[in-house]
């Protein structure tokens, strides 16, 4: 009869490597597979179609107790070496379903992360070994009888006690592996992949502390090996080195190497430098809390000692590795890692604490404020975006928005926006990973007659952020865009100001539109953050008289500091002719050169005709109601030069950073404050209530 075999972990990277080596090597073996899901189990029954899928958990304690029952040999690969639970239920199942004649056997995998407790109780990181390697052979019982506060050592001991005649046990400990996996699921390891992940990302490879720690490491083809010829063992079940291969003593190193981290990242710097992934080829020293920034826990494990001797399994099972080494295996992972992270282009808008608290809770990998009606704001998963082209606080009391959003169709929030790079598509060459920029919130089609004439903000297939039903906002941790929308920040300008970026090139299209020139004299009627920024801008392009009008005195009041020259307050009766002659009396003699009106009320409009002085200019910049009246005759008397204003267009992006980088338009005083990401909701109600000007929302991390 052919062996039964319970592996778990065959989606996994080394689970699955073991799933393939011992198809490869015995196609007559009986496997079953412990999978999550039949989404989960679909790839192995299609790799391995003889593969029988068992439905189920770590934590369906009873299934797996039944399977390990019913099976010759449990492959345990499944978060093995942490959950306790299961390996109880294994436990349990082997004694349950076998006898001292008929034994069966548990192939379970801890990690020698377990060796590094004397360096984790220290914290110490970084530096060199001071213990005597392990060894598996002459010192086994050092591996055996570690310390209960070593990682992993509370299942360890689970193994170690269910060690009898009818449970014949194997702990195998794998150190650093590293090599393409080729099973169905995961085929990429962690550690040095994380490394080499983190280096490509930030420009330059981590080492922690001094880097003179020293681990061991096996190609994952290898340690397969190591799994076939134990699985063999088990079938064979020998009786001279019965003691030899299994209970007490049955603990195996599995290292085919052994490599010092610092040098490790040295060689992954050299590596992607020259291939030309990162400019700075020297690795980067860093202290604990800075690694697990750069590279979350995962880091820990560069700066601690790890090593050992592997004998046991090369004397006793015939272990004779042959797989590449890690050194060699270097520019692969760094082509591969490469490869990978070329597939997304990420934004991610700044913050670190929140960062923090997301990342602890894990909860959400890329959190988005929905909005799902009037008031209904709520944080939550949206879809990682994906590179498709390898080129690659507003309100929501949004009139046009709340009217298209549902709770069946919620829309992501958000079109003002800066943020740092997180990674690139491969054909990217304005951009690097960590540039911090400000994002052009819009993709126009770059086909039609308005994109090629340059004028894309008029493009009728634009892509909007935050424009209903299907084009989502900005307000999430991850935002993936074209490069040629994103504008590098001068390094001495803040995330905060590149937010206001966006409003800014409002303005600045404005100001274009009407060809300010030195000396003319402007009314802008609002002073919301666009009224402002236009006031700002039109300053900057040499405006001479600035007159803000608003009907909220300390806006006003804020103008008066910001960029105007003068402010009116219109009294309630006012009409638009009445505001017009009050204006001209107070500051012009013959009416104002140009008129930019950005709220879009009726009366203002009015009042910004009459204002005018002949040939005047008007741009309407705020958006109101779909139809109102006003004075048209006048328009024509004076033959006045009306032009309506959409958005920004090429080249504004541009001048507004240029006039805020300059301190031209000094925005950071735009800035009441900074919420972070859960206090989303207040964000908005502080801006609604007409409290202060700007209210920005930090989401993600840096
Ligand atoms: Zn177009």
């Not at 989404?39 to 958990?57: I, M, S």
């Not at 399977?67 to 299961?86: L, Q």
């Not at 109601?625 to 309506?644: D, H």
């Not at 301190?663 to 207040?682: N, P, Q």
Request: charged share 25%; hydrophobic share 40%.
């Amino acid at each position: 009869m052919a062996p039964k075999i319970f592996l778990t972990g065959a989606t996994g990277y080394l689970g699955g490597d073991i799933l393939f080596a011992l198809n490869k090597a015995h196609p007559d073996y009986e496997i079953s597979a412990l999978v999550r899901n039949s989404e989960k189990g679909a790839p192995v029954a299609a790799a391995f179609p003889k593969t029988r899928l068992v439905y189920g958990g770590l934590d369906d304690s009873q299934l797996i107790e039944d399977e390990a029952a019913r099976a010759d040999i449990v492959i345990h690969t499944a978060d093995a070496s942490d959950h306790k639970g299961a390996a109880e239920a294994i436990a349990r199942g082997i004694a349950k379903g076998h006898s001292k004649e008929n034994p069966g056997f548990w192939l379970h995998i801890s990690g020698t992360g377990i060796l590094t407790w004397d360096d984790s109780r220290t914290e110490t990181y970084g530096e060199p070994p001071y213990t005597k390697p392990y060894d598996d052979l002459e010192r086994v019982s050092d591996l055996t009888n570690l310390p209960d506060d070593a990682f992993h050592r509370d299942v360890d001991k689970v193994v170690l006690e269910a060690a009898s005649d009818v449970v014949k046990t194997a702990i195998i400990c794998p150190p650093t592996i590293y090599g393409e996996g080729r099973g169905p699921g995961n085929k990429r390891s962690r550690q040095v992949y994380v490394l080499v992940e983190s280096t490509l990302k930030n420009g330059q490879a981590p080492q922690l502390g001094r880097g003179l720690t020293e681990w061991d490491n096996v190609n994952v083809h290898d340690l397969s090996d190591l799994f076939v010829l134990a699985t063999e063992a088990a079938v064979k079940n020998k009786s001279d080195v019965d003691d030899k291969l299994w209970g007490k003593e049955g603990y195996y190193l599995a290292e085919n190497g052994h490599h010092v981290w610092g040098e490790i990242s040295k060689l992954v710097g050299k590596t992607a430098f020259e291939k030309g992934y990162i400019k700075e080829k020297e690795a980067k020293a860093m202290d604990v809390e800075e690694a697990k920034k750069v590279a979350g826990f995962e880091a820990l494990s560069w700066g601690l000692n790890s090593k050992g001797f592997a004998k046991r399994a090369r004397k006793y099972l015939g272990w004779s590795p042959k797989g590449t080494s890690l050194e060699e295996e270097i520019p692969n992972i760094v082509e591969g890692e490469a490869k990978r992270l070329a597939q997304t282009t990420f934004i991610t808008p700044a913050e670190v604490n929140l960062a923090m608290k997301l990342n602890m809770d894990s909860s959400f990998e890329n959190p988005a404020v929905y909005l799902s009606g009037p008031g209904q704001a709520s944080i939550k998963e949206s879809p990682l975006p994906n590179i498709t082209d390898s080129h690659s606080v507003h309100f929501w009391k949004h009139g046009g928005i709340i009217n298209k959003v549902s709770e069946a169709n919620p829309l992501i929030m958000g079109h003002e926006a800066s943020g740092v790079v997180h990674s690139i598509g491969s054909a990217v060459t304005t951009l690097k990973v960590g540039d911090r920029v400000a994002i052009e919130p819009g993709r126009p089609c770059r086909r039609c007659k308005p994109c090629k004439a340059g004028r894309y903000n008029l493009c009728p297939s634009m892509k909007f952020a935050a424009d209903p039903p299907d084009s989502h906002g900005t307000l999430r941790k991850f935002y993936e865009i074209p490069e040629d929308f994103c504008y590098v920040l001068p390094p001495d300008m803040g995330l905060d100001e590149g937010v206001l970026v966006e409003p800014t090139a409002v303005a600045v299209h404005a100001c274009r539109l009407a060809e300010v020139k030195v000396g003319i004299d402007v009314v802008i009627f609002g002073a919301g953050t666009v009224g402002l920024l236009c006031a700002a801008v039109a300053k900057a392009m040499g405006a001479r008289k600035v007159v803000s009008v608003d009907v909220n005195e300390s806006r006003l009041e804020f103008a008066r500091g910001f960029a105007s020259t003068d402010t009116f307050l219109p009294g309630s009766g006012d009409t638009a002719g009445t505001i017009a002659t009050q204006l001209n009396t107070a500051y012009f003699t013959k009416g104002a050169d140009l008129v930019l009106e950005a709220t879009g009320v009726e009366s203002c409009i009015g009042a910004g005709i009459q204002v005018l002085k002949r040939g005047g200019t008007y741009v309407q910049v705020g958006l109101g109601k779909q139809r109102i009246q006003f004075p048209i005759v006048s328009l024509s008397e004076k033959e006045i030069n009306m032009k309506g204003c959409f958005r920004y267009n090429a080249g504004d992006y541009d001048l507004a950073l240029h006039l805020l980088g300059g301190g031209k338009v000094r925005v950071k005083d735009l800035i009441t404050s900074v919420k972070v990401f859960e206090d989303v909701t207040e964000a908005w109600e502080t801006t609604a209530r007409g409290e202060g000007i700007k209210t920005l929302i930090r989401v993600g991390g840096v």
